[in-house]
């Protein structure tokens, strides 16, 4: 009997003793539930992996259509269901006043944020990417002083229906139509075609005076130094169509390149859009506190040459420096033999300068050409020889020249496209040929240039592709942009330095190189236009 008591008293104590583990295993489940939906919301980790509480209240698509709401809730993360409550309340109440008044009520819909506002002439707009440069930056007032166009008013004006309400997803709808037209406008904006519209004569200029700018310009290149008369060719300014080119300011320009180095390397058609570039940053005028910088990048004269191999210059003002540098081919050239003075030149088709390599993580802007070194009298008299991976070519195929140039160009722009990645901040440049205007033979067979007369085979570009196939070919599906400025010097042969010297001695005339101030000032203003 005592032992039958004994047992009871034990399960009764077992009993007991587990029904109060179930009411507290309860009560610690309880509050663990109440510390979840209290920290819902308010908890990152808990976000990252639970739907939002105000996913839980908000209506269904089928419940919200023909529901008179006549803006969009945004559902942010930090957004709670009594934030939402209150804007659907306050929406119902806009609906309803809106419903007494006439139908004609113009909303404002502010277009969404990265997307550029609509203006009245679209041709006006400025690209994304100088937007992004420009606004909330202190060169925000530049937008002015370069014509780049102007700050519209961010709302867009909409009619509200007839009833006064429209559905829940139609401002969702109206801003994806606004925001697609803008987003086309941006793209064809960004993608202008500069190379296609026509000349036209400006009172305007020239940019610089060609007596005037000495310190940069060579005086073979200034026409106004020779016994020319007639300079009509420095008062024309090319007009692309459907998107403008601002207005150049030198003091504009330096501070947008605040900072930065601009470089042009190529032939001498390249060392004249630097002179054109110097000439119109400083307005011609002599600047004495502009730092020569050469030695910096190597440039000085060597001993026995007419010319060092390239300038460099820096505006101390703004930290901005101006650079060329001298590759005619765009290849490596490095010396047979090093010991022989009269040593032939291996001629690295496939291989960048060792300039270029050497220097370009410290370029911001880069501007190569080449071209007119590309023929069979320069290569023998320069004693270039053609190098295919690091050893003399012998393919026949290879050594024709317009076969060599090709590789050399997209090896080059290759080369450059893999190595942007590591520069973000770099922006290059292949600029298409400069054109030649020999009538007559060639520069020395009697071919001549003498028309004076502006723009006497037509004013206008109309067609859409580059008139350069190769340069174009090359940096098409690259990040190389493309300095297309073949077909409009095509049309300026009357630019040329022609017959005119420095000495007025009889001669072959130059219808390769241009007069300066001149058309190279058009090429620079592409140029500040497409940074």
């Known amino acids: 009997m005592n032992l039958i008591s004994s047992l009871g008293e034990r399960m009764k104590g077992g009993f007991h003793g587990l029904r109060a583990k179930q009411i507290l295993l309860t009560l610690l489940i309880f509050a663990s539930v109440l510390l979840l939906i209290w920290a819902w919301d308010r908890n990152a980790f808990l976000t990252s992996f639970l739907p939002l509480q105000i996913q839980l209240l908000r209506p269904s698509p089928d419940i919200l259509l023909g529901a008179p709401v006549v803006t969009s809730i945004p559902f942010e993360p930090d957004v709670n269901a ?7 309340a306050s929406n119902r109440k806009v609906v309803s006043e809106q419903k007494e008044k006439p139908s004609d009520v113009v909303m404002p819909t502010v277009p969404s944020e990265g997307t550029t506002p609509k203006t009245e002439n679209p041709d006006k707009t400025i690209s994304s990417n100088d937007r992004k440069k420009v ?14 166009g102007s700050e519209t008013k961010p709302g867009i004006e909409k009619k509200v229906s ?4 429209t559905s829940a997803f139609a401002p969702l709808v109206s801003e994806k139509k606004e925001n697609d037209s803008s987003i086309m406008a941006a793209e064809k904006k960004k993608a202008c075609n500069y190379a296609k519209g ?3 004569e400006d009172s305007r200029r020239p940019l610089y005076s060609g007596f005037g700018c000495k310190q940069w310009l060579s005086e073979m290149w200034a026409c106004r130094l020779t016994q020319r008369t007639d300079f ?17 300011d030198g003091s504009s320009f330096l501070r947008r390149m605040q900072d930065k180095t601009i470089a042009f390397i190529g032939d001498s ?8 570039l110097m000439c119109m940053v400083t307005g011609g005028v002599e600047r004495p506190d502009v730092l020569d910088v050469g030695r910096e990048y190597g440039l ?7 010319r060092p191999d390239g300038w460099a210059y820096r505006f101390p003002s703004t930290n901005t420096t101006i650079l060329y540098y001298w590759s005619a081919s765009l290849c490596d050239l490095e010396p047979i033999n090093i010991t022989i003075p009269t040593t032939d030149w291996a001629m690295h088709l496939d291989r960048p300068p060792a300039f270029l390599r050497r220097y370009l993580h410290m370029f911001d802007v880069l501007v190569l050409n080449t071209g007119h070194h590309w023929n069979r009298g320069k290569i023998n008299a320069n004693r270039w020889v053609m190098y295919v991976g690091g050893i003399r070519n012998t393919d026949r195929r290879l050594a024709e020249i317009t076969k060599a140039k090709n590789l050399t160009v997209y090896s080059i722009v290759k080369w450059l496209d893999s190595e942007l990645p590591k520069y973000p901040k770099l922006k290059a440049f292949f600029r298409t040929i400069s054109p030649r205007h020999f009538f007559n ?14 723009l006497a085979g037509g004013k206008e570009v109309t067609r859409d592709d580059s008139s350069d196939p190769l340069a174009s070919g090359a940096v098409k599906g690259t990040k190389v942009k493309l300095l297309d400025i073949t077909a409009i010097s095509q049309l300026r042969d009357e630019a040329h330095m022609s017959r005119y010297s420095i000495r007025g001695t009889p001669g072959t005339q130059d219808c390769l190189h241009w007069c300066l101030p001149g058309v190279p000032d058009t090429w620079n203003e592409i140029l500040a236009a497409q940074l």
């Open 232 to 248: 009509s060719y420095e008062t024309f300014r090319w007009v692309p169509h459907g998107c403008q080119i601002p207005d150049f």
């Open 441 to 454: 033979g060639d520069w020395n067979t009697g071919g001549s240039c003498d028309n004076t007369t502006p």
């Open 82 to 88: 009594k934030k939402y409550l209150s804007t659907v």
């Open 198 to 200: 026509k000349w036209i």
């Open 269 to 276: 058609l390249g060392r004249q859009q630097f002179q054109s």
């Open 162 to 165: 007839d009833t006064g309400a």
């Open 300 to 306: 000085v004269k060597a001993r026995g040459a007419i």
């Open 135 to 148: 606004i909330g930056s202190p060169e925000k007032e530049m937008l002015h002083e370069e014509n780049l």
